[in-house]
């Protein structure tokens, strides 16, 4: 071992604790009592189990108090859209070149007819063009039906799988297989996570994406075996390498034909393994069960959606479930225990925590990072501005680091902390000002989009409240504060007042529309 | 460290360390210290308080990260070992292919790196065979979070954010309560310690005290709202540098400070990558962002760090031989260096700005059945720049003597930061890495 003697006192360096104010959380997984379930609380579930909402929305939510609430976030019921055909997308872009066409291609070049030759590769770069276009195309579909859907919590979940089971369209260039496998998570979102890990084995994209369809039974690739384990079910440190090589064998012959799961028998190496210490002639279905079978497999999933809905936790490498604030750990264990007796029934294991007495505590209420799609379809659902141009969105969203269909590596989003620098915090303010003004940020061309935003609507529910509010400076401005982000401390709301008196006073829709540009320039806002 | 604190207080007046102003609020856990520290810190770098003969002050540290496990065996191909023909028989690079390197037998660099081979015969390259480290993890994240931390556990602070912290520290601290002025003279700041750029800023920037900044697209890199009207740009500036809370360890603190960081780093940032590169850069986005990195170095910021990424480097299927998708990777790696040292020897600069690539991993020795390479050990890393010892540094690992089809690795990978932090950026390597490795020298007279 060259060079390398550790000091036997090393300085510590373990991640730092919660704050210090964090044990006093309310550390109980049972239902908020409903006489305390008001705006702010409404408020928060519509950010954390959805989008956000309008005031209207937040006011229904509290009349229908806690239980109806979740309830129908969790079971929309036929909210009446179209469903997504199958052929919502072309299949035929990537169609693979058939025997004929190979042939052709081979002769071309045995030949060296370099013009025909150079016709096919052509025609490949076209076929290249065109499936970019369609994934350009997809990103905006999904971004624009978050934005309108009825049953958001179901998007949001669509959302969470695809970060989760993180595939990229940048490595599998195949459009179609990515809309496939969003239906997967759609189908899904709600339902229950073995079926998830049932069909991620035969799902093209991620076959192609972690390399399974090159596995071979005398060589196998143990790249899919090693992900599910490491960062789709267990997490680090809870299986051993020699598990990872015979999980891959396990899984040799799971592969596909065009947009199809074919088992390759002759692929597949059908001898004993010993996996976990399950010892059998396992193949990739029975690797599956073995990995729902372990405890550490519903503590990993406890974790990782409870980092989604309730409060952002360093990754598992970061920091171990051991080391968590004592009351969080206690929290995730329980739910690993509802996701247990539940089977990895989903629906239950929500509607644990969204209800829970933790979920509603302040020291998590207005304190996650908005993920930028959180931040973008929240915008448009909660202050209605028009939708504008969704290929600025789109761009909007890869320059604050969450490019739908690519994520950055089959980690996933890192989220969090990980979604702020001085880069990305201009980039937020930036797309808000062009959701609410419709003029472009400059490094962009120059044509704005006129369509004019009415904020009004969302004083109504002041002034149905309390008559004569909305005329007033500084109740409109902690109104709207509070609507945006939550909370309206003075160093906040101060500058805002001054500025409006000393606009006259008045409040226009314009003087509403630059309030919330403003608004939405703080950092309160980035949270929810 | 303690005789340079001396030295650093009798240099100092305080009416000089007020005026010479102050530097970058930051994500800091509290920002009035480390305003404090940090100023400090950045005057040292200024003054050159510690210089060996022959050395330039003001040293910049640019680090190139290989993302995705660049395959070193045909980065810096070892053709004079028959075994290397025999495990790659679709994909190894011919001994009349391979770049010949002066006074290193039997290893040539890559054909499409032509850049890299004339800054090793201009004497600027120094490549550093077989770096690895104990127990190799071979998870892309682990691993480089591993290359990050400097940390064989990956837990804890980014090596070079340890760097900043420990830069910072230990100065200062009876200059507390002077945020005000110091926020006032920020506009003459020297820039931030650390910048990053891309998306994200990496874990090894990532300190404890202090934050680097991070940015993709200059022009991007400030609020549109006040070029929407005009009075907005007040209450913007009272609302996003605002001081209340940025105290603690919540999210809502942390965005306060990036918040304040972000106004005070946009105006210096914006106003320096406006410069031109001085010669041609060959494109891509590893270039656009070695050029930008130039410029800023041009305008004279005082950033000692600057830390760009390349690739994906994850070639599992079809990754060619001289030709090919890893070839063109190299290509633009090797042709961009070039470029980027070409710009500062025109600036003049080039003595102050060390280059140093890596890569989390290196690839298995043997390719697979898709004519790709599979996650491996250890690799070469390259050091640039007129002050390295020019060379190849070390023996190409065995090929015969394998572990389970991987490279031992010879050097660790500590031991060329050790080298970097106590011959380049003067920094006490111990203290930092939290352990004591074997500096490599690497750095001429030093």
């Not at chain 1, 209800?355 to 998590?364: E, K, L, R, T």
Request: glycine share 8%; hydrophobic share 35%; with cysteine.
């Amino acid at each position: 071992m060259p060079f390398l003697t550790r000091r036997s006192q090393p300085v510590s360096k373990s991640p730092a604790k919660p704050d210090a104010a964090l044990p006093r959380v309310n550390t109980s997984l049972s239902a908020l009592p409903t006489n305390k379930f008001g705006y702010e609380q409404a408020r928060h579930l519509l950010w954390r189990a959805g989008f956000g909402g309008t005031p209207q929305q937040i006011q229904t939510l509290v009349g229908w108090g806690l239980e109806k609430s979740v309830d129908h976030l969790l079971n929309p019921g036929n909210t009446g859209e179209e469903p997504i055909r199958p052929d919502r997308f072309d299949s035929s872009i990537m169609r693979p070149a058939n025997e004929e066409e190979k042939q052709a291609y081979r002769k071309a070049q045995k030949a060296q007819n370099e013009d025909l030759v150079a016709k096919f590769r052509k025609m490949k770069q076209e076929q290249e063009r065109k499936d970019r276009e369609q994934i350009n195309d997809m990103q905006k579909w999904w971004l624009k039906k978050m934005i309108e859907t009825p049953r958001p919590l179901e998007e949001k979940m669509t959302l969470f799988w695809h970060g989760h089971f993180a595939t990229s369209y940048r490595t599998i260039e195949n459009s179609f297989h990515m809309f496939k496998q969003n239906q997967l998570f759609r189908t899904h979102a709600l339902g229950n996570f073995g079926d998830l890990l049932f069909g991620i084995i035969r799902d093209p994209a991620m076959l192609a994406y972690l390399n399974n369809n090159q596995s071979r039974k005398d060589h196998p690739n143990e790249n899919l075996a090693r992900e599910i384990m490491e960062l789709f079910s267990l997490g680090v440190g809870r299986y051993t390498e020699k598990d990872i090589k015979e999980g891959a064998r396990s899984l040799t012959g799971y592969t596909f034909k065009d947009d199809d799961f074919v088992f390759d028998r002759n692929n597949h190496d059908t001898a004993k393994k010993n996996i976990l210490g399950k010892i059998g002639n396992s193949d990739g279905d029975d690797f599956v069960r073995i990995i729902l079978g372990q405890r550490d497999c519903a503590q990993f999933m406890a974790r990782k959606l409870y980092g989604f809905f309730v409060n952002d936790l360093p990754s598992l490498e970061r920091q171990s479930d051991r080391d968590l604030d004592d009351g969080i750990g206690t929290v995730i264990h329980q739910i690993a225990a509802t996701l247990l007796t539940q089977r990895y029934e989903l629906k239950p294991t929500l509607k644990q925590i969204l209800s829970s007495q933790h979920f509603y505590d302040p020291a998590f209420m207005g304190q996650q990072i908005k993920s930028p799609v959180q931040l973008l379809v929240g915008a448009v659902r909660s202050m209605t501005p028009p939708t504008r141009d969704l290929s600025i969105l789109n761009d909007a969203l890869d320059l604050m680091g969450q490019n739908l269909f690519f994520p950055p590596s089959v980690k996933g989003w890192e989220g969090g902390r990980a979604w702020i620098n001085t880069s990305t915090l201009f980039v937020r303010q930036n797309i808000l000002a062009f959701l609410l003004t419709g003029k472009k940020p400059v490094g962009y061309d120059a044509t704005a989009d006129t369509q004019k935003y009415d904020p009004m609507p969302l004083l109504a529910e002041l002034e149905k409240a309390d008559p004569g509010a909305n005329s007033d400076p500084s109740r409109v401005t902690e109104y709207l504060l509070r609507l945006t982000t939550g909370s309206a401390p003075a160093s906040a709301r101060d500058p805002l007042v001054s500025f409006v008196n000393e606009r006259g006073g008045h409040i226009t829709p314009d003087l509403v529309t630059a309030l919330l540009l403003l608004i939405t320039a703080t950092p309160e806002y980035q949270l929810c | 460290m303690a005789d340079r604190n001396e030295t650093f207080k009798n240099a100092f007046t305080r009416r000089e360390f007020l005026h010479s102003g102050l530097v970058l609020a930051s994500a800091a856990a509290t920002i009035p210290a480390f305003l404090q520290s940090s100023a400090l810190a950045m005057h040292e770098s200024m003054r050159g308080l510690s210089s060996a003969a022959g050395i330039p002050e003001d040293r910049i540290l640019v680090v190139v990260q290989l993302g995705g496990g660049n395959d070193g065996l045909n980065t810096v191909v070892p053709y004079g070992m028959p075994q290397y023909f025999k495990a790659r028989p679709g994909i190894a690079i011919k001994e009349n292919e391979a770049l010949k390197l002066s006074k290193a037998d039997g290893v040539g660099l890559h054909p499409q790196m032509g850049g890299l081979k004339s800054l090793y015969d201009e004497g600027m390259a120094t490549i550093i065979q077989g770096v690895g480290y104990p127990n190799p993890n071979r998870s892309h994240f682990k691993s480089m979070d591993i290359w990050q931390t400097a940390d064989t556990d990956a837990t804890g602070d980014g090596w070079l954010g340890r760097y900043f912290d420990s830069e910072c520290c230990g100065f200062g601290k009876g200059e507390s309560g002077k945020r005000e002025q110091a926020m006032k003279t920020a506009s003459d700041a020297g820039g931030p310690p650390g910048i990053a750029i891309g998306r994200s800023a990496p874990l090894a920037m990532e300190g404890r005290q202090v934050k680097p900044v991070a940015f993709e697209s200059p022009e991007l890199f400030k609020w549109s709202g006040a070029d929407i009207h005009r009075s907005l740009g007040a209450p913007y500036q009272q609302l996003t540098r605002r001081t209340d809370g940025t105290n603690g360890e919540s999210n809502a603190a942390f965005l306060m400070r990036t918040s304040m960081d972000a106004q005070i780093s946009s105006e210096m940032i914006r106003k320096a990558v406006e410069l031109k590169p001085s010669v041609a850069y060959p494109g891509g986005q590893l270039s656009n962002q070695l050029s930008m990195v130039a410029s800023m170095i041009r305008a004279g910021l005082k950033t000692r760090v600057y830390y760009v990424t390349h690739g994906s480097f994850d070639t599992h299927a079809g990754q060619g031989g001289a030709q090919g998708r890893h070839g063109q990777l190299l290509n633009q790696f090797a042709a961009s260096v070039k470029s980027f040292y070409d710009d500062l020897k025109a600036q003049g600069n080039a003595e102050r700005v060390l280059t140093l690539s890596f890569s989390e991993f290196g690839r298995r020795v043997a390719q697979n059945a898709s004519q790709g390479t599979d996650h491996g050990t250890a690799a070469p890393m390259f050091l640039l720049g007129p002050m390295v010892k020019p060379g190849v540094f070390g023996d190409h690992p065995s090929l015969t003597d394998l572990d389970d089809g991987d490279l031992k690795f010879k050097i660790d990978f500590r031991s060329v930061y050790a080298g970097v932090l106590n011959d380049w950026l003067r920094a006490d390597a111990d203290k930092i890495l939290d352990g004591s490795f074997k500096a490599v020298k690497l750095m001429k007279k030093a």
